[in-house]
């Protein structure tokens, strides 16, 4: 029985929320886009379903969540959870007040709490304001995102402006009470007509209290942190026994690899740990600008190389020679090749027998799910936070994958990733 249905605005926002249910005794399983209707759902105490809605067009991302929502209900969850990004990424026109409103109403709950926090990475509510770390959300450079620039810290009021219902707090001295202070203020608010709490938190502690709260919602929306109160709630109601082994996944053997495609400052620091103990092959897009050249390129090089220990293959590349790529190609355009490139590769590895491979890079991991026609992950143990393996379900061949988003992991990533799941 499924009993927690999650909508997530993005890819890797999905699997850092799956990691979360995983790690307080959930099984998850992620989908990637919203399956057939029918579709038989997966064997799982909760599913996440990734969307690609963060800064899609607000009908396209309204219609996404809602079929997300049909498929979950008709899979028989029990709760619904709307999870965006801990830094609420969005603008005055969405998307994340027309989805939840879509979804209040969808469900005919007429409430739901706002909650962004997730102290663990430095991500705070107090007096309906964010603060990344030290510094409110509009001084944290989240103000200068390209696509969704926050320039206002007060979530009450960024949140009335992307709905037509209205916007209360729950503010820090009534989360301090607990669980039933919080659940007075949420319904004495709800009475009020108020369609939205934001909830302030700052601590675990608080976000416990604030799931305790909300044992009763049909619809939660928030960061991954305020997810981690949810599974007691269950377990409370005998819903779910107590597992140890939520996380477990099938044995897998077969060579590894590392695919690397993100240009962040993390990735690079992890090429160049790896590189002192394993093989690692950077590729080079300005010398060869075409993507079936490059992947035959890394599939020589690779060839007697695979086995238990990974091989690297990295289009990772400083900001100098990214901007020269761009610049003899376009930015699109350069990012498309190595994507494809790289999802050329995967797909070579796989079929000379790869079955544990890392990709760094959201759009990169994105790029290579979609070749590899992978439709469902099982989420497994975490490597770093946010960044479990997963078990490719359904596939012609059992795979092990781990996606990683660009500057998430130690810089031992990559060499640890294989320490944890090593051949059988
Ligand atoms: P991150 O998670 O760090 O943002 P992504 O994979 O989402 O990583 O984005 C990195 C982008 O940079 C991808 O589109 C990838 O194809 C592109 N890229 C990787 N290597 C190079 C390179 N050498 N030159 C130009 N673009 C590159």
Known sequence: MILLGCIADDFTGATDLAAMLVRQGMRAVQVIGVPEPGAPAPDADAVIVALKSRTAPVGEAVGESLAALAWLRAAGCRQFFFKYCSTFDSTDHGNIGPVADALVAALGCGFALACPAFPANGRSVYQGHLFVGATLLNESGMEKHPLTPMTDANLVRVLARQTDGTVGLVGYATVEQGAMAIRHAMTALKEQGRRYAIVDAVSDAHLHAIGQAAET???????????????????????????????????????????????????LFQIGTARAHVPVLELDPLAVPDAAALAREALDWAGGKLGAAPVVIAASATPEKVAALQARLGR????????????????????????????????????????LGVRQLRIGMEIDPGVPWTFAEGGAVPLLLALKSGNFGARDFFLKAFAMQAAP
């Not at 997810?227 to 377990?235: D, K, Q, T, V, W």
């Not at 779910?240 to 996944?249: I, K, P, T, W, Y």
């Not at 590769?345 to 027998?353: N, P």
Request: hydrophobic share 45%; aromatic share 2%; proline share 2%.
């Open 332 to 371: 699109e355009a350069a990012g498309a090749l190595v994507e494809s490139a790289l999802a050329q590769i995967a797909e070579g590895l796989v079929a000379r027998g790869v079955r544990r491979l890392v990709v760094a890079g959201g759009e990169t991991s994105g790029a290579v799910v979609t070749r």
């Open 217 to 267: 919602h049909a619809l939660i929306t928030g960061g991954s942190g305020v997810a981690i109160g949810l599974p007691e709630n269950f377990r409370r109601a005998g819903l779910l026994s107590v597992r140890e082994d939520a996380g477990s996944l099938p044995d897998v053997a077969g060579h590894a690899a590392v695919l690397a495609g993100s240009c962040s400052r993390a990735t």
